[in-house]
């Protein structure tokens, strides 16, 4: 019974030996130079990915206008954004605790019909941004509009000035009873 025990288990080692007795063991079925393959070619891919990334880079960088903030138009505030003009967009303009809140979906079709065939592309990208606002801003008078560029506007009135000037006025004497004579 023992015997049957030993050699059911070295029987798998000496099919083994036998079957790769011709074959050398350690030598590498696809060439001593895999590894050198494998580091070209993931070199070529970071190489394509750092292309990619400068192209996406470059092209965000001509969709954007520098964040400049409010600009002070005497009566009130204006606020230039780069969303375009389109039926399609979704806006929501919110301002709590003096920021405003700009969240939008924007919808951009290009279509273009020529000799070689027609061409059409959609993109869908959410826009989103928090500013401050100046301290004297009426929040109930936030507008949205166009400029001769298409974009999109945010316009805030200032606070009215609720204190009037007082203007020089003669004001009456007063008698000082206290140095009379008695």
Not at 20 to 36: E, L, M, R
Not at 118 to 125: G, I, K, N, Q
Not at 151 to 167: C, E
Request: glycine letters at 2%; one cysteine or more.
């Amino acid at each position: 019974m023992l015997i049957k025990k030993i050699s059911f288990c070295i029987l798998p080692i000496v099919a083994t030996l036998s079957l790769n007795a011709g074959n050398n063991f350690i030598n590498d079925p696809f060439g001593d130079d895999i590894f050198k393959q494998m580091m070209q070619m993931q070199k070529s891919m970071d190489k394509m990915f750092n292309r990619m990334h400068s192209h996406i880079q470059q092209r965000n960088l001509n969709h954007q206008i520098p964040e400049q903030g409010f600009i002070d138009k005497k009566d009130s505030y204006e606020f230039i954004t780069n969303i375009p003009k389109s039926d399609k967009n979704k806006i929501d303009i919110d301002s709590k605790n003096g920021i405003l809140s700009i969240n939008a979906k924007i919808v951009e079709k290009k279509e273009s019909n020529n000799t070689n065939g027609y061409s059409s592309s959609s993109s869908v990208r959410i826009y989103q941004q928090n500013i401050s606002m100046p301290n004297d801003v009426d929040n109930s008078t936030i507008k949205m509009s166009y400029n001769k560029n298409n974009l999109l506007v945010i316009s805030v009135a200032k606070k009215q000035n609720t204190t009037k000037k007082i203007k020089d006025k003669k004001l009456p004497k007063l008698i000082d009873n206290s140095s009379s004579k008695n």
